[in-house]
């Protein structure tokens, strides 16, 4: 039998080799509950370190209510925070504070440093890409200055598109098509004519690399909310397509790049005797030592950035219009009228101000996220309220719930198509409302100087698709006057992804 020593020494002995359980189990109760900078923010949702894991898968199906929430609650102007899966995010209300932040020097706040982090562009592009992004450069100078030139090659590509994917008969009988994969078909086809041009553009191989690498890099994303920074690298080259991905990139690119070097060879340097595209305009500003690899990924990058705000807008744009059939004989005679006087060009595309302001609506309801003006901080910087934001804070300001503000859009639950036309008419100035004009009222594109670079190239590609649509097309819905519902992915808002529009050759 134990004798009492021997009981208080194993009980001595215990409670010793128990201290630094202890002071492990209290060091990890103090990092979660200790004091936090961004602790004073008021939360939307269950702030604690554990119970905001639970708010962030919610925000996943519920953002925009939970942003909605926010909006309402700091109405006249304050700042909010709501949790997502690797961080938490920081929103600004009212038009002084998303000022501030639109305004704030480039030192402070990051956009690019955002995009960085958010969307994991290190991986995905390689930091030769992002920290020299040359391609947003050519979007913002040469693609826009170039549109006029560049209409009529992507006219004639939107006319082989929509005819490879809704094929026309002289029946009266209706054809359905999946809306959204379609509108990515069209869209992809259509703009890579002046990305990487004809044949490449018609490739199908081609159009489901950019297709599916954009759903890669979200898929990325996800996964990588999910891992600790350090090891993105080595998940990211073992467990996506990202890797195979760009190396697809390259087989497809190399022949296009190869016959273009030849070209330059046999013309003495001519740059003027290759295509008029982006690929070109790449071939002539890169670095000396870019290789086939950063030059298929800045090509996927120009995609990415274009093709998923065109097929969502145009998919959006197909539904309401075959909701609310009495706009389309309108848009058609605008249309009509417009080609007549100056063909398919952008002069033509300039004077669609009725498709303009429909456009502008959709992109009300349907912006691609619900906030906007996305920035890190790039040092600790404080707000005019008195609001501390530590270095490395994601901050946004509201967008969607702003343009739902009664005060802002009067009846903003209605979907006016001629909302914005009738503010052309009433100021007698249409540039100032025209869809890629930018406000603190309007963010779908952003605003300010870091205002989306191909909003003007985004606007004139979809007045050109919608154009040749209503004019050789009827179209219309499975069930007809039911705009097919959105879909809310944390911020973002898609369009329904399996709905099918009808179409048929028009008939009057």
Known sequence: METVHEIRSLFTSSAFALIPLIAVGAAFVWALWK????????????????????????????????????????????????????????V??????????????????????????????????????????????LMKTRMTKAIGALTPDMYDECIQAFEQHMPLTDGKEWKAVPCLATARQVSTIVNNRIVVGYPLCRDPEYINLNLRFIIDMFQLRMMFCLIPRFMEPIVGRLATNIPSQIRLGMRLMKPVLDERVKILEDSDGDWSALPNDMLSWLMASVPKDETLDTMTRR?????????????????????????????????????????????????????????????????????????????????????????????GTSVAACATPVHMDPSVYPDPEAFDAYRFYKMMERDGEANQHLVVKTSLEYLPFGHGSHACPGRFFAANQLKLMIGHLLLNYDIELETPGVVPEQVWFEAAVLPHQTANVLYRKRQT
């Open 35 to 90: 004091p936090r900078p961004l602790d004073t923010i008021p939360t939307i949702g269950p702030s604690g370190p554990l119970s905001s894991y639970i708010s962030a898968v919610q925000f996943m199906f519920r953002g925009r209510e939970m942003l909605q929430e926010g909006y309402q609650r700091f109405y006249s102007g304050g700042i909010f925070k709501v949790p997502i899966l690797d961080r938490w995010m920081v």
């Open 299 to 391: 090509v996927l990058g120009v995609n990415v950035a274009a093709i998923h705000t065109i097929s969502h807008t145009f998919t959006h744009s197909l539904f309401y219009l075959a909701a609310n059939q009495e706009l389309i004989p309108v848009i058609r005679k605008e249309v009509e009228k417009a080609v007549a006087e100056d063909g398919w060009t952008k002069t033509a595309m300039g004077k669609l101000y009725i498709l303009d302001s429909f456009l502008k609506e959709v992109l009300r309801f349907n912006g691609a996220q619900a906030w906007s003006l996305n920035r890190i901080a790039l040092k600790d910087f404080t707000f005019s309220d008195g609001t501390f934001i530590p270095e």
């Open 92 to 137: 600004l209300v009212g038009k002084k504070l998303s000022d501030e932040l639109r305004s704030a020097p480039e030192d402070a706040f990051s956009l690019d440093q955002a995009l960085v982090d958010m969307l994991h562009l290190d991986f995905v592009f390689g930091k030769k890409v992002y920290l020299n992004p040359i391609h947003t450069t």
